[in-house]
């Protein structure tokens, strides 16, 4: 008889199995986290937004079916950037600032106002037979464009001139094109995703100081314009103007009050029927709160820190230095713009405007993101070199 050969566990490390989207698991996780949070999304955008639909005389399905259409256009574009290379992006990243520069200033021209109406106070969007936000083309234009010339600056950032003075002078002109609009959140946005990825490259905590100081009077002076002021004195005591400036804040509380632990029951929301403005939109967190509670409000905050902590994987693993400080940006513009609307939601942070990735309406949010993503998955499935590797 033949002696069966005995089975023994493997000598060296583990190596899990190609998922189909790469090496290791971190491409996987990356896109079944954004499947998980995109179909929360659409399930709660429906809750949110069919009463608001109803009240405009369209139907029930108007804003998820639009908001769907926009998924599949943004999946589409996931799928593209995670099987292109993701160094082709450093080729592009000058073409990306220009166009974005142009579409911004179409927005803010006087004689454009044809395709750029005024909405809500404000000239945010471009209407070229499709209607879009430019400022949203901007955050990921800002994310490649940084990422690339640090590369090339990565020796220089002991020098305020030679290091940091080349992004300034391309951020300002981005950031004052998007406060113009106004739209004084995202131009914040976009100046904290310039800063993180500048920062990992090796920029001194010193020049931000330094130049935190001598922007601080023009930040209070922006933050001294009549409706900011207002959110910011809602936000310090919303209750000493329950039904003007503090309107949205108190709300918004009394949905996460009413959801307690396992909240009312989806669809049976009450903030919905006109109490709670933007509910499909800018409070769509306190929707989350209010149907499904402490629970449903928990899932939602593990599944944005399990795609932040994967995107940090991914970048402490990206074969280069642009790979990493690509996929620092990416996580940076998830973690920033759902921290920020959490934040609003629970009476943490100022009102801000801004979506909740994934899961706001807005298609033009939706679509960059899910490219953002794509990008994100392009790093992960180089090689999983890591910084030792590239040392």
């Known amino acids: 008889m033949t002696a069966r050969p005995i089975d023994v566990a493997p000598l060296g490390p583990v190596r899990l199995p190609d998922s189909g989207l790469g090496r290791g698991w971190e491409p996987a996780a990356i896109m079944g986290l ?36 926009g998924a599949l256009v943004g999946l589409g574009l996931l799928v593209t950037c995670a099987l292109l290379p993701y160094r082709l992006w450093s080729l592009v990243a000058w073409p990306m600032i220009g166009v974005s520069l142009f579409l911004l200033l179409l927005c803010v021209l006087p004689w454009t106002t044809e395709i750029a109406p005024v909405r809500n106070g404000a000239r945010r969007w471009l209407d070229l037979g499709v209607s879009f936000q430019p400022s949203e083309i901007a955050k990921v234009s800002i994310i490649v464009w940084t990422a690339a010339l640090a590369v090339k600056k990565v020796d220089d950032f002991r020098s305020l001139r030679r290091g940091l003075l080349p992004f ?52 209070m002076q922006q933050l001294a314009v009549g409706f900011r002021v207002e959110r910011i004195q809602a936000f310090l005591n919303p209750l000493a103007d329950e039904a003007g400036s503090g309107y949205q804040v108190t709300q918004s509380l009394i949905a996460f009050g ?17 109490f709670l403005p933007e509910s499909h ?43 990493e400080l690509l996929a620092v940006g990416v996580t940076s513009l998830i973690a920033i713009q759902a921290i920020l609307h959490m934040a609003v939601g629970l009476a943490l942070a100022p009102a801000t405007g801004l979506a909740l990735p994934l899961i ?6 939706l679509v960059i993101t899910l490219m953002a993503l794509g990008i994100l998955i392009s790093v992960a499935r180089a090689a999983p070199g890591g910084k030792a590797a590239r040392a």
Request: net charge neutral; aromatic share 12%.
């Open 258 to 274: 009413s959801g307690g632990i396992t909240g009312v029951g989806h669809g049976q929301g009450r903030q919905k029927y006109g």
């Open 34 to 69: 954004t499947l998980l949070i995109l179909s929360i999304g659409l399930v709660m955008l429906y809750s949110a937004s069919s009463v608001y639909a109803i009240r405009q005389g369209v139907p029930d399905t108007f804003y998820v079916l639009r908001q769907a259409s």
């Open 281 to 323: 939109n800018d409070f769509i967190f306190a929707m989350i709160g209010e149907e499904w509670g402490l629970i449903g409000v928990a899932i939602v905050i593990a599944l944005y820190v399990g795609v932040i902590l994967v995107g940090f994987r991914i970048a402490s693993r990206a074969p280069d230095l642009f790979g």
């Open 168 to 219: 300034l002078m391309v951020w300002a002109a981005v950031i004052g094109l998007v406060a113009l609009e106004p739209d004084f959140s995202t131009a914040l946005v976009i100046t904290a995703l310039g800063g993180v990825i500048v920062f990992v490259a090796g920029a001194r905590i010193a020049h931000f100081i330094f130049l935190g100081l001598l922007a601080a009077p023009l930040v």
């Open 360 to 365: 706001s309406f807005g298609r033009s949010n």
